[in-house]
């Protein structure tokens, strides 16, 4: 006995690559902005910063995972 089945996943695709593009580009925007800027959700997790934030509080890079509670 086989049994196939067959899935379209060409619109899952098209909404990941949407979605990878608009990452980047707010990536791109948010490192664009010459102050400080961050922005935590309400579980008091960063959610995205750009250089000059963590230049200002002088921790290094690796530091900042996006998405971990803050301290």
Request: glycine letters at 2%; charged letters at 30%.
């Amino acid at each position: 006995m086989v049994t196939t089945v067959i899935r379209d996943i060409s619109e899952r695709l098209r909404a990941e690559t949407s979605a990878r593009l608009n990452a980047d580009r707010l990536s791109s925007a948010v490192e664009s902005i010459p102050d400080s800027f961050a922005l935590w959700d309400a579980a008091d997790r960063l959610v995205i910063c750009n250089r000059a934030y963590r230049r200002l509080l002088s921790m290094p890079g690796e530091t900042w995972k996006m998405g971990e509670r803050s301290a």
